[in-house]
Nanobody, 119 residues
């Protein structure tokens, strides 16, 4: 059965860093794009980043460009989101999700991991 499990969230001060992991099981990660999304209280879910399956192309929301880096390790069935220079407005629940291509619909989602940026 397809599963995506996020981990690595937590409480961090502004300017700090966290690395989120998305562990995939039940399917071959190599053939799928993985996207990271986030949802803050009272706000709509927004796309943060995506990494394609074919050539590893990466995409970022303007709000995180230059601060976040997405990567994948197919051998470990895991996708990472390195988050640096965190800001208060990065506080949200972060989800990873699976798609055939970054700009297509996502069919499986993880449960999410909380990231809180606070002093």
């Amino acid at each position: 059965q397809v599963q995506l499990v996020e981990s690595g969230g937590g409480l961090v001060q502004p300017g700090g860093s966290l690395r989120l992991s998305c562990a995939a099981s039940g399917f071959t990660l190599d053939y799928y794009a993985i996207g990271w999304f986030r949802q803050a209280p009272g706000k709509e879910r927004e796309g943060v980043s995506c990494i394609s399956s074919s050539d590893g192309s990466t995409y970022y929301a303007d709000s995180v460009k230059g601060r976040f880096t997405i990567s994948r390790d197919n051998a470990k069935n895991t996708v990472y989101l390195q988050m640096n220079s965190l800001k208060f407005e990065d506080t949200a629940v972060y989800f990873c999700a699976r798609s055939k291509y970054c700009r297509y619909d996502y069919d499986y989602w993880g449960q999410g991991t909380q990231v809180t940026v606070s002093s």
